[in-house]
């Protein structure tokens, strides 16, 4: 059974037109992660949760947001998706050093 | 800021044939991860390395961490089609008891039969 769900599969979008994705867990994991992964290129991280601590990368686009309103759920909010935004958004949650658990992400298209 | 570079970027091969990967950077780490992916899916953990030097095998992939942690290798020997997908290592800064990840941009394996 999956651990980390991420939902829809596949999202498509209108330019500036804005979109949620959301990731749920059954692992009770402290700290959720999303990822933005482009074709051929290494997953980059947006930002993650401990607990309820927030905890946004230096250079992730003001026009992404995150809310986790309880352990089980977080939500990645992309407030005006332009066509750089289109990629493979990975949810991850972890509760130790050693691993993390990925999701089967979201493929977001921005037409 | 802590990179981590990944060669080759492509590799396509026979079934059968050895290959090795390498994850390189200036920065240590205090773990190493390799993950496997495969199309339309998220990545997939396949080992952590912790100790300078060490080395695991996995069936037929052989994972070593550098002496100084700041670089890796992954061995497969005799891959298989199955084997084929986009291999990330991923090195771990330690965040106060939890991991913050930062990827290579991965080796894309093809294994013809």
């Known amino acids: 059974d999956a651990m980390v769900i991420q939902n829809p599969r596949y999202q498509v979008t209108q330019f500036g037109k804005p979109v949620t994705l959301s990731c749920s867990q059954t692992l009770n994991h402290n700290v959720m992660y999303w990822y933005q992964q482009k074709s051929s290129q290494a997953p980059k991280l947006l930002f993650h949760?401990?607990?309820?601590?927030?905890?946004n990368e230096a250079d992730t686009p003001d026009n992404f947001q995150s809310r986790r309103p309880n352990t089980s759920f977080c939500f990645l909010d992309i407030r005006s998706p332009g066509l750089g935004d289109a990629a493979m958004y990975l949810c991850?949650?972890?509760?130790?050093?050693?691993?993390?658990?990925f999701g089967s992400g979201t493929q977001l298209s921005v037409l | 800021t802590q990179l981590l570079e990944q060669s080759p970027q492509f590799l396509s091969i026979q079934e059968g044939e050895n290959l090795t990967v390498y994850c390189n950077s200036s920065?240590?780490?205090?773990?190493l991860q390799w993950y496997r992916q495969e199309p339309g899916e998220g990545p997939v953990l396949l080992v952590t390395?912790?100790?300078?030097?060490e080395v695991k095998k996995l069936k037929r992939l052989t994972f070593q961490f550098g002496d100084a942690r700041k670089d890796s290798s992954l061995h497969i020997t005799a891959a298989q089609p199955g084997d084929t997908g986009l291999y990330l290592c991923a090195g771990a800064g330690d965040s106060g008891g939890y991991n913050k990840l930062i990827f290579g941009a991965g080796t894309r394996l093809a294994v013809h039969p």
């Open positions: 390395v912790v100790t300078g030097g």
């Open positions: 920065s240590v780490f205090s773990s």
């Open positions: 991850a949650t972890s509760s130790r050093i050693e691993k993390l658990f």
């Open positions: 949760y401990y607990d309820k601590d927030f905890n």
